[in-house]
C-alpha cells in the first residue's frame, strides 16, 4: 500500500512551458485535491475532485487543469508555466465521511525561470 | 478575512517541557472539522489530531491534545513532553461544511516549532 504518490519530485522549466503533476492513490478513496505551498502562506486549494468523472475549483485555479479519468489518479496540468507558479504542490486524498482525515503525497517541488 | 489564524510564526520550547502553538478560526457553519498537521523539513504533511465542532470532548492522540474553545473559536494545539523530533513547522486547518460536498481544508500560515536540548 503506497498511498499516495507523486512523480516527479522536483521539476524545472522555463516560462511557457506545459507539464502535467502525476498523482495517484491507492486507497480507493473518493476525494482527491491538489495544493500549492508557498513561503508564509501555508497550503492553498488549486482544484480538487470528489469522484471519478468530477473536478472542481479550489481557490487558486487559473493556470491550471485537472482531469479525473480514473479513481486512482488525478493528474494537475500547467498548461503555460509562469515564475509565480514555483511553488511545492501537494496532492492529497481521503474517503467519503464527516471525520475522515486527508493523506498527502511527498511533494513537487516546482521551479518556474 | 482569514479563515484560519496562527499567529506565532517561530516558536522555541525547551526538550522535555510542554508547548501550546495557537489557532483561531473563522466559520459561520455549525457543523466542521479542525485539524493539525505536522510537516519536518523533509516536506511531507503528517496528520496529528482531529477535532469534530460537535464533539464534546477534546481531541487527545498520545503527546498530542487539541484544546478547542468553541465560543472564542479556537483550536490550539498541545504538545506534552516535547522531543527534539517535534521540531517542525505546524499548520492548523480547517474543514467547512462537513456533511456536504465540500471536504476540503483551509490552512493557516504556520508555526516553525524549534525543540531545544
Known amino acids: 500500500n503506497a498511498g499516495v504518490t507523486q512523480t516527479p519530485k522536483f521539476q524545472v522549466l522555463k516560462t511557457g512551458q506545459s507539464m502535467t503533476l502525476q498523482c495517484a492513490q491507492d486507497?480507493?478513496?473518493?476525494?482527491m485535491s491538489w495544493y500549492r505551498q508557498d513561503p508564509g502562506m501555508g497550503l492553498r486549494l488549486i482544484h480538487y475532485?470528489?469522484?471519478?468523472?468530477?473536478?472542481d475549483q479550489g481557490e487558486v485555479p487559473n493556470g491550471y487543469n485537472v482531469s479525473r479519468s480514473t479513481t486512482e489518479d488525478f493528474p494537475l496540468r500547467l498548461l503555460s508555466a509562469a515564475p509565480s507558479q514555483t511553488s511545492v504542490y501537494f496532492c492529497?486524498?481521503?474517503?467519503?465521511?464527516?471525520?475522515?482525515?486527508?493523506?498527502f503525497g511527498p511533494g513537487t517541488r516546482l521551479l518556474v525561470l | 478575512a482569514q479563515k484560519i489564524t496562527q499567529t506565532q510564526p517561530g516558536m522555541f520550547v525547551q526538550e522535555k517541557e510542554a508547548v501550546t502553538l495557537d489557532c483561531t478560526y473563522d466559520t459561520s457553519d455549525q457543523s466542521y472539522g479542525l485539524f493539525w498537521y505536522k510537516q519536518p523539513s523533509s516536506g511531507e504533511m503528517i496528520f496529528l489530531i482531529y477535532q469534530g465542532s460537535y464533539d464534546e470532548q477534546n481531541a487527545t492522540e498520545g503527546r498530542y491534545s487539541l484544546n478547542f474553545q468553541k465560543a472564542r473559536k479556537s483550536a490550539n494545539l498541545v504538545i506534552s513532553a516535547s522531543q527534539l523530533g517535534d521540531s517542525a513547522m505546524y499548520f492548523c486547518?480547517?474543514?467547512?461544511?462537513?456533511?456536504?460536498?465540500?471536504?476540503?481544508?483551509?490552512f493557516g500560515s504556520g508555526t516553525q516549532l524549534t525543540v531545544l536540548p
Open positions: 486507497m480507493n478513496h473518493e476525494y
Open positions: 492529497a486524498s481521503q474517503r467519503g465521511g464527516r471525520v475522515e482525515t486527508q493523506y
Open positions: 486547518a480547517m474543514r467547512e461544511r462537513d456533511s456536504g460536498s465540500a471536504r476540503q481544508l483551509t
Open positions: 475532485s470528489v469522484g471519478a468523472g468530477i473536478t
